[in-house]
């Protein structure tokens, strides 16, 4: 450990004391398994080059700047100045530039190997025995970004946001489809589309899930085998809605609601910005993140209420 590090944690032992909920959360997942993925996007098969950033370093600092809605600058420059931030990346002699975290990013998503991100982080959760028992809950968010003004669509700068109009409240940007499960509120999938799509064109159910619990939006759509259909019900045209309906939409309504707990934490109290990246596939890479950095916000407040505790690795 070099001096300047040895100095740091002696700094940040008197932050503990007061709480630092990134350090439970350093707790929470096996880092190193995350390694090989974010490795394979760099290496090859041909030798020498300039060495890359260190993959778990990477990965940690990709899940810092969705905890706290960091744009690539702000995660540099923050990384380099908070203690808790050094101490949760295990205080390396240097931090990624934003640069660095651009390319780790777009390398991801043009791989595909952020979907096995994903999978490794299911993975731990089932292996931590976070299993669906009881069901998922299916919802969706509008994600705001910048209104193209002038000639930008002719420029082709953003042309797969789209507008979409709910509560007369019209936006522009994108859509966060995201499935949790009724047993831990954890995100199990995630789907991001243009804001235009309506949700029930995404469907991120599979056997296995138990029961499905979504709004009215998705009345009418299907299940897969197996699973019990909780979507609300809603009446048409030529059809009302009977009392026994309405009971029912009550008991599955109350069942249904903590699902969108987690799109209140994802702004609220990560502070997400308006999206500033463009295309789809960058939005959703962002959003890949946003859900990793929430299920492990979420694990800490499941240890808090006695539900979970810290797994040691």
Not at 114 to 134: G, P
Request: glycine share 6%; with cysteine; proline share 3%.
């Amino acid at each position: 450990m070099s001096f300047n590090n040895f100095v740091l944690k002696q700094e940040y032992q008197k932050l503990q004391q007061l709480g630092d909920r990134l350090a439970i959360i350093n707790r929470k997942i096996e880092w190193e398994k995350f390694r090989p993925i974010i490795a394979s996007v760099y290496h090859d098969g041909k030798q020498g080059g300039r060495p890359h950033t260190d993959e778990v370093l990477t990965a940690q600092c990709l899940v810092l700047q969705a905890l706290y809605g960091l744009s690539d600058e702000q995660l540099e420059f923050q990384c380099n100045d908070r203690i808790s931030f050094r101490n949760f990346l295990q205080l390396p002699d240097k931090v990624p530039d934003f640069s660095t975290i651009w390319n780790a990013r777009e390398r991801l998503a043009q791989s595909g190997q952020d979907e096995e991100i994903w999978s490794e982080l299911q993975r731990q959760l089932v292996e931590q025995c976070f299993v669906v028992t009881k069901g998922v809950i299916q919802d969706a968010t509008i994600q705001e970004a910048k209104k193209p003004h002038g000639t930008t669509f002719r420029k082709g700068r953003d042309e797969e946001g789209s507008f979409t109009v709910k509560a007369n409240k019209t936006s522009y940007g994108y859509k966060l489809h995201a499935k949790t499960c009724v047993d831990f509120n954890l995100i199990r999938e995630i789907g991001t589309t243009t804001a235009s799509v309506h949700d029930s064109r995404i469907d991120l159910l599979k056997e296995g899930d138990i029961a499905s619990y979504r709004d009215k939006g998705y009345a009418g759509t299907p299940v897969p085998a197996g699973v019990t259909d909780y979507t609300l019900k809603k009446g048409a045209r030529n059809r009302k809605i009977t009392c026994l309906e309405i009971e029912q939409n009550k008991v599955w309504g109350k069942i249904r609601s903590p699902g969108e707990r987690m799109f209140h934490v994802m702004k609220n109290c990560f502070g997400t910005p308006v999206i500033a990246v463009t295309r789809t596939y960058r939005v959703h890479i962002k959003n890949l993140f946003l859900a990793f950095a929430h299920n492990l916000f979420q694990l800490v407040t499941l240890e808090k209420c006695g539900i979970a505790r810290a797994i040691p690795f």
